[in-house]
Nanobody, 115 residues
Framework: QEQFVESGGGLVQPGGSLTLSCVASGITFSIYYMGWYRQAPGKQRELVASITSSDNTTAYIESVKGRFTISRDNDKDTLYLQMNNLKPEDTAVYYC????????WGQGTQVTVSS
């Protein structure tokens, strides 16, 4: 019954913004360490941002630092990723999961950054 449903992706021009959402079910979301992953064609899936369950401490890979913001709303069992100043290299399918104990991957949401 554990499930992640990602949404909010789309086509955006370089420099644009998108906000992704991930609704979790089947888990006690409020106590889970959570993260956003992405996978581009021909590339390995990578963790791009994470947030703790306790004090909302965040971490980012260098390439997105200062541009992406991860957040969570425990009342809505929802994880967010605000993406600003998007670049073509951000193009990928974005997924959410718990880095400490990975669950079944959702379908992800496609982000395409192109002129």
């Amino acid at each position: 019954q554990e499930q992640f449903v990602e949404s909010g992706g789309g086509l955006v021009q370089p420099g644009g913004s998108l906000t992704l959402s991930c609704v979790a079910s089947g888990i006690t979301f409020s106590i889970y360490y959570m993260g956003w992953y992405r996978q581009a064609p021909g590339k390995q899936r990578e963790l791009v941002a994470s947030i703790t369950s306790s004090d909302n401490t965040t971490a980012y890979i260098e390439s997105v630092k200062g541009r992406f913001t991860i957040s969570r709303d425990n009342d809505k069992d929802t994880l967010y990723l605000q993406m600003n100043n998007l670049k073509p290299e951000d193009t990928a399918v974005y997924y959410c999961n718990s880095p400490w104990r990975l669950r079944q991957w959702g379908q992800g949401t496609q982000v395409t950054v192109s002129s």
